[in-house]
């Protein structure tokens, strides 16, 4: 019995022989998506940079808010937060498309709509009393937090 190489290489020879002609379309191809992720990458940024900038002009602005005024804009920035918040995490899943860049606006815009909540909300509810919380809440909290660190500590 003889034993023959030449089978496998044969087979891996058509392969590449197939990839040597084929690589111009292939890499034209790629060449293309690469040209549209970097279009998106600059679109993106260039919208964070936007939204960051609006952000931060409201932030000054809100200062000057009423309580009907802070109670008309609150569920739009709620929302907004939450669109974002969603979008990061797609963006997570993609890993920022490859681009720091990406991930730090989009954390920078997060926070300062976070920012713009707490203000919005103190101006909204300012003068309101509070709620008291729930006695037996507060003590499935208490007990689930010392569960947890008992839980921690053990390990």
Known sequence: MTISIAPSIETQSSFFEREIKLFPIKQLYINFLERILNSYLKKLNSMLDEAYIDIQGALVVLKDYTQED???DLPSVKKAIRLLVTFKARLEKAEYLGSKEVETKINLVISSLYDAE????KKAFAGQPRTATQPELLEALASDSKEAMQSALSH
Request: glycine share 0%.
């Open 70 to 72: 802070a109670q008309r």
């Open 118 to 121: 707490i203000q919005l909300k």
